[in-house]
């Protein structure tokens, strides 16, 4: 079956080749129907509109159908029953289930009832597979992926973005340069699991020393109710915010991106500098989702 | 000789049944929570821990009357006694040797740490690591157990 659960689970080729897939999808001026007749479920077990939205657009720009619940229907349902006997029944309903649920590794477990596809549409702490593609693909609009100098800033410790993010970067040996604040630095499991796989990671404290070397800084939220108050919130997210100021002499082809959505981490003051590339970011979901739903169901 | 004479007072032959030897020392009350047996169960049992030994130092031993472990339950072992080794006794006599091989997926053995993995709800599914030279990587959630694995056993 081909679930796609984590980008742990997808080879440097497979990846290639969903990017090469979207692009494709992206600049084709039609859009073929080859998923005419297909259903796709959406369970969204917490809420998510615009991963939902982008799902459906997706599936509706190939010609398919999409059914679903929200995230009431389905919390409610999810009292009631286990989440394996869910996924049995939705099996039946439809060719291909996108899952998002509260809790971490529910996604695994539903490619384990299911006898369709599954695609993780994020479980716990918010990886999902289809965002690290679509950052991936961004970059690559850009320039290619090989050796790459990333810079990635903001809650390294909770934001599992970054994460997946980091992991599926070390396939292209990137050096990562992380900026965190105290108390929210990339775990050492992560960075040590990535330098044993060869990547140069470089920690950093303050994003001025190095932002004149990078060639991507991917800015994640820094979230208030990791502090203990918002004195000490609005401390930490001032002097890790994003400004033309500090865009000031980086290298021309840097991109600025951002999985959306932002709250102080970036001033408004960015969207008009050529850097700014989130919001090109977030309309990538779509031919990246579609290049995915083909690669289950084609 | 006389080391074989003070552990012949530890604990006697058995006919039928397992001795589990070169337990690290300490380990044998893990060792029997690892294959499952409780306070509740009927087998007769008997354990000596921190016995003298040459080879290891300290070792523990353990002696299941009337049951043969099997290789499942021999490997779980592993996870905490590397060095252990499993005589399978029949008729007092040592009718199997063997010694235990850390299995790479361990199923149903240790309770995953993350109190937001899927694996700790009521869901139909046992818990599932992969083992790696790290520690235990949980196979739903990812999180990763470096130390203290004992703690975590179900
Ligand atoms: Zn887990």
């Known amino acids: 079956m081909n679930h796609i659960i984590s980008i742990r689970d997808l080879s440097r080729t497979e990846i290639d080749q969903l990017i090469d897939e979207a692009s494709r999808i992206d600049s084709s001026v039609s859009f073929d129907q080859s998923l005419k007749g297909k259903i796709l479920a959406l369970l969204f077990f917490e809420p998510s509109t615009r991963t939902r939205m982008s799902f459906e657009a997706a599936m509706a720009r190939l010609g398919g159908t999409s059914i679903g619940l929200d995230s009431v229907e389905a919390s409610s349902m999810a009292k009631g029953e286990t989440l394996a006997d869910t996924i049995r029944v939705v099996s039946g309903y439809a060719d291909t289930i996108v899952l998002r649920h509260p809790k971490e590794g529910a996604a695994r477990l539903a490619s384990e009832f299911a006898s369709v596809p599954v695609i993780n549409a994020g479980d716990g702490a918010g990886q999902h597979p289809s965002q690290t593609l679509l950052d991936l693909y961004t970059i690559r609009q850009s320039m290619p992926l090989e050796g790459i100098s990333v810079g990635l800033l903001g809650d390294l410790r909770y934001g599992r973005t970054a994460h997946s993010l980091a992991y599926a970067l070390s396939l292209y040996g990137a050096t990562l340069h992380t900026i965190s604040p105290k108390g929210l630095e990339l775990p050492t499991s992560i960075a040590d699991e990535l330098r044993e796989k060869g990547t140069e990671i470089v920690e950093h404290r303050d994003v001025s020393e190095i932002i004149g070397t990078l060639d991507v800084l991917y800015v994640t939220r820094i979230q208030r109710e990791r502090f203990p108050d918002s004195a000490s919130y609005f401390k930490v997210a001032s002097s890790y915010r994003v400004t033309p100021d500090l865009l000031t002499g980086v290298r021309e082809r840097l991109i600025v991106l951002h999985p959306l959505p932002r709250l102080d981490e970036i001033d408004p003051g960015v969207d008009q500098l050529p850097y700014a590339r989130y919001f090109e970011q977030s309309r990538n979901g779509i031919p990246v989702r579609m290049a995915m739903l083909r690669k289950v169901m084609g | ?154």
């Open chain 2, 1 to 154: 000789m006389k080391r074989d004479a003070r552990e012949g007072l530890l604990i006697s032959p058995i006919r039928n049944g397992t001795v589990i030897d070169h337990i690290t020392g300490g380990e044998a009350l893990n060792v029997l929570k690892i294959i499952g047996i409780t306070g509740a169960t009927t087998e007769s049992i008997s354990v000596a821990t921190n016995v003298k030994s040459g080879k290891m130092g300290r070792k523990d031993i353990v002696k299941i009357e009337n049951r043969e472990l099997l290789k499942e339950e021999v490997n779980r072992i592993a996870l905490i006694a590397p060095n252990a080794s499993i005589n399978i006794i029949r008729n007092f006599e040592v009718f199997e040797k063997k010694g235990v091989e850390i299995p790479s997926i361990l199923t149903g053995v240790v309770r995953c740490p993350n109190p937001g993995c899927i694996s700790n709800t009521n869901e139909p599914i046992d818990s599932k690591f992969e083992v790696l030279t790290k520690g235990l990587h949980c196979l739903y959630c990812d999180w990763i157990i470096t130390k203290d694995i004992t703690s975590h056993l179900i």
